[in-house]
């Protein structure tokens, strides 16, 4: 049957109208993931009183989209406490959404299916650039793609910035192709204009400048060899233009003002004292900007966040923790959470690509290059945290695979049998392990059954299954249970009708919000899937659910919290709740009741890294300076026990405290 104009259209339609439906369903099924409320919060408090210093990680973009839809309702807004901006964001946008919102998450849907505009732009962009770069065949092969992947779909409605960054990664390398293809004023500007929705988006958008590189100096060599020179200064000269609109279409998100804050308010950190941390180089570099007012102040400080965050952010991999980055974390995460049909007709397209079937050398150039050094930037950041963060190279993926599908068509009939089976192969792997797509892994690693022994964070739980939580709660209506939840206190299970007491977590180290745990639980544990493998923690010997990792559950939900029965041994959590509450008991002057819970904690777990700091804390405060180094030097010695990259994490610190004394 020939593709005729009107069933082209039919066929896109009906996919758009597939991919509305499945993400639609998905995320109504969800509670907040990890950094919404943060991100929704932000972007409400931007329009009424344009405050970009709430959560300057990320650019206004996606917020700003997100928030609209709700600007009509009279809602009420937590008091601002001057805390560190990312308590105030988290914590405020918890409160802000569990007052206005509740369990309901009326309105959470509303922003999200807001969002999930971007994912259907996406969708007709992958299917315009394929069509113009390899033909009507491809694109369609492209779309399909797209539509069914379990990773676009688990991220294409929450009100994060990976779907948006995808979608303006690819618009900017396509409009640039226009322009370069016949150039016009026209199409120079709607480059800019592209290109400066994608920097006020998310700030790895900077990543265009060394991914467009490699096309620019082709489009050079390209040329004849006496006008190569002209292409090369109008190519510069085309850069320079574009980043010019781009950077005056950022200064607008930010409604034109340098100063993250309304008057009368500002940063918490200055950006001065923030860059501390940096090395000479990058610190000197955001100061010029910042001193000239070349970019907003939030902006530069998003970007000094990004490259804080690279320096310490553990990385969970293969079972294992380790303190910082590794190089093969996202080559391994494209292997387990790609389906096995697209992996298969990658293959295809690289072969199609080598035996020089797909021709058409240029689009390739478009196609491949860019999303290549993405990869390669991605895997050198330091920042390993799931799939949703190499998006933009899933998008060329399914460009690249149709490209291929389509040229070894065009040879053959078997290959068109061939790709029709992958094509499905695909569609059934992803639909599968629908709805919980977070979870994907293909089946050759297992499943989503397996994810959690693989990869952790967004990769299987992002804090998304309190739904079902909940619903396994009112299946044991009298049930005592303790909770392990990822993204507490940032959101509190207890919103959703969740009883189950607090379990400490790595983020209550910093933002509060636990009980006091029995060291031994008679009962029931949740444990969700961040905290059993203990992502967060620098290292596997400081997790207070390792040992759990090694038992098996007795249900599992949602693929991504586990139960445990029985008498369970709670130590490690209890000696953690109790250091949280002897640290908060100092800081406050109350030394003695401090002392106290300190001692409890170490009578608990004896030679424990947090019981022994804070014991040594609190000596130390009640001037007993011996008790305080002994208390520190086991403290040290427990940290000498963990990796050596862990180390640096504790044992400068503790060693500080000693020479104090």
């Known amino acids: 049957m020939p593709l005729t104009g009107k069933r082209v259209a039919a066929v896109v339609i009906a996919l758009l109208a597939i991919q509305g439906a499945l993400v639609a369903a998905l995320v109504h099924r969800e509670s907040l993931t990890f950094d919404e409320g943060d991100h929704m919060f932000a972007g409400y408090m931007m329009w009424k009183t344009a405050d970009y210093g709430l959560n300057p990680e990320h650019p206004p973009l996606v917020k700003l989209l997100a928030a609209a839809p709700v600007l009509g309702e009279k809602l009420w807004i937590p008091p601002l406490q001057g805390r560190d901006f990312k308590k105030e964001a988290y914590l405020d946008g918890r409160d802000w959404l569990a007052r206005n919102d509740g369990a309901s998450q009326r309105l959470v849907f509303r922003m999200r299916l807001t969002v999930g505009l971007l994912a259907w732009a996406l969708a007709l962009t992958v299917f315009l650039a394929a069509r113009e770069w390899f033909g009507t065949g491809a694109a369609l092969v492209a779309l399909t793609l797209l539509v069914f992947d379990p990773n676009v779909m688990a991220h294409s409605a929450l009100v994060t910035t990976d779907l948006g960054v995808s979608l303006f990664f690819l618009a900017s390398i396509y409009a640039l192709y226009r322009y370069v293809s016949r150039p016009t004023v026209a199409r120079l500007i709607a480059v800019g204009i592209v290109t400066g929705l994608l920097a006020a988006t998310k700030h790895s958008g900077i990543l265009l400048v060394p991914m467009m590189l490699p096309v620019l100096v082709y489009e050079i060599f390209r040329a004849e060899r006496g006008v190569r020179w002209r292409q090369a200064l109008r190519l510069c000269g085309a850069s320079a233009i574009i980043i010019g609109i781009a950077v005056v279409i950022l200064w607008a998100f930010y409604g034109f003002r340098y100063a993250a804050r309304p008057a009368g308010l500002a940063l918490s950190t200055p950006l001065a004292a923030y860059v501390g941390p940096l090395n ?382």
Request: net charge negative; glycine share 6%; with cysteine.
């Open 280 to 661: 000479h180089f990058d610190a000197s570099v955001v100061l010029f900007f910042a001193r000239y007012h070349l970019l907003p102040e939030s902006y530069l400080m998003g970007l000094v966040d990004v490259k804080r965050m690279a320096q310490w952010y553990p990385t969970f991999i293969f079972g294992k923790v380790h303190a910082h980055g590794v190089w093969y974390y996202f080559p391994a995460v494209i292997l387990i959470k790609t389906t096995l049909g697209l992996l298969a007709l990658c293959a295809l397209a690289i072969f199609a690509a080598a035996t020089r079937q797909i021709g058409h050398t240029r689009e390739l150039a478009y196609v491949v290059a860019p999303p290549l050094v993405y990869l390669l930037i991605a895997m050198a950041s330091g920042i390993d945290i799931g799939a949703r963060h190499i998006l933009p190279v899933y998008t060329m993926a399914f460009i690249f695979a149709g490209a291929g599908v389509a040229a070894l068509g065009r040879q053959s009939r078997r290959w068109v049998w061939v790709a029709a089976v992958l094509v499905a192969a695909h569609i059934a792997g992803s639909l599968l392990t629908y709805p919980n797509q977070m979870a994907f892994a293909n089946i050759a690693w297992g499943g989503a059954k397996s994810t959690h022994k693989l990869l952790s964070d967004a990769n299987v739980d992002w804090a998304q299954e309190v739904y079902q939580v909940k619903a396994w709660q009112d299946r044991h209506p009298g049930e005592e249970c303790w909770f392990a939840y990822f993204a507490r206190p940032e959101i509190d299970p207890a919103t959703y009708g969740i009883r189950c007491h607090a379990l400490p977590t790595v983020d209550t180290l910093w933002l509060g919000g636990w009980e006091t745990t029995p060291p031994v639980i008679h009962g029931t544990m949740l444990i969700s899937a961040g905290d059993l493998s203990g992502c967060e923690w620098p290292s596997s010997g400081v997790n207070p659910y390792r040992d759990f990792q090694t038992m098996k559950p007795d249900e599992v939900i949602d693929d991504s919290v586990f139960v445990y029965r029985g008498t369970l041994h709670a130590e490690k959590a209890a000696a953690l709740d109790r250091m949280l509450a002897a640290e908060s008991l100092l800081r406050s002057h109350q030394v003695q009741p401090a002392l106290e819970i300190a001692q409890q904690a170490v009578a608990i777990a004896p030679g424990d890294l947090f019981a022994e700091t804070a014991l040594g804390d609190a000596e130390a405060m009640a001037g007993n300076k011996d008790a305080a180094g002994d208390a520190w030097q086991k403290a040290i010695a427990a940290a000498r026990q963990l990796e050596p990259d862990a180390q640096p994490s504790y044992v400068p610190a503790l060693e500080a405290k000693l020479k104090r004394l």
